[in-house]
């Protein structure tokens, strides 16, 4: 096994074989052949994070487990446990001190707020020629929404026309796809 340090003898980091691991490291320089001893580097610990889940209509409390050195951000995808269950979770806000922040080390976070994105609910507003209906469909996080399609949900039949992100950017484009998760709303026409 070998890692790179620092060598006194040739004055530079170069890669070491590892001799023996106990309080410290013995190790031997590729470069020079030096032995030395090295200080054993502390792993980081795992620790807990408060979480806020948000399954759109309700809201729980969980934990997320993290290094504590782990840099955590905005959007970035997670799995919270709350009452025995896992879920996949995004990162909605950071609080830090009563206040929020865009990212943060898990170690300064006091609470996490996250959305579940295993299953979402989206918004179809479904225009049918003279009146527009608004509709509350179920998907998982992970499946595609595509510009152009024809989608059914109960009576109402309709094609894809827009959608409308949660960043606030609209795709336009037949054939254009977003995945649920990202879904702020979605423009259907009768069909």
């Not at 001893?37 to 487990?65: A, D, Q, W, Y």
């Not at 050195?69 to 896992?86: P, R």
Request: charged share 35%.
């Amino acid at each position: 096994m070998y890692a790179e340090f620092f060598c006194p003898l040739c004055n530079d980091e170069y890669e070491h074989d590892i001799l023996k691991e106990s309080g410290d490291l013995l190790v031997q320089c590729k470069n020079c052949g030096n032995i030395h001893h090295v200080e054993k580097l502390k792993e980081p610990g795992e620790i807990e994070v408060k979480t806020i889940i948000s399954f759109e209509k309700e809201s729980k409390k969980g934990i997320i487990e993290l290094a504590e050195d782990e840099m955590i951000s905005i959007e970035d995808m997670l799995v919270a446990e709350t009452g025995g269950e896992a879920v996949g979770v995004e990162v909605t806000s950071i609080e830090i001190d009563d206040k929020r922040v865009g990212s943060a080390y898990a170690a300064d976070i006091d609470t996490i707020w996250t959305r579940s994105i295993d299953r979402v609910i989206i918004k179809v507003s479904y225009h049918d020629g003279r009146k527009t209906i608004p509709l509350y469909l179920e998907y998982e996080g992970d499946e595609d929404i595509i510009i152009g399609d024809i989608y059914q949900s109960g009576k109402y039949r309709y094609k894809v026309s827009h959608i409308k992100l949660r960043n606030g950017s609209m795709m336009r484009k037949d054939g254009w796809k977003a995945y649920a998760r990202k879904i702020k709303r979605v423009y259907g026409v009768k069909s």
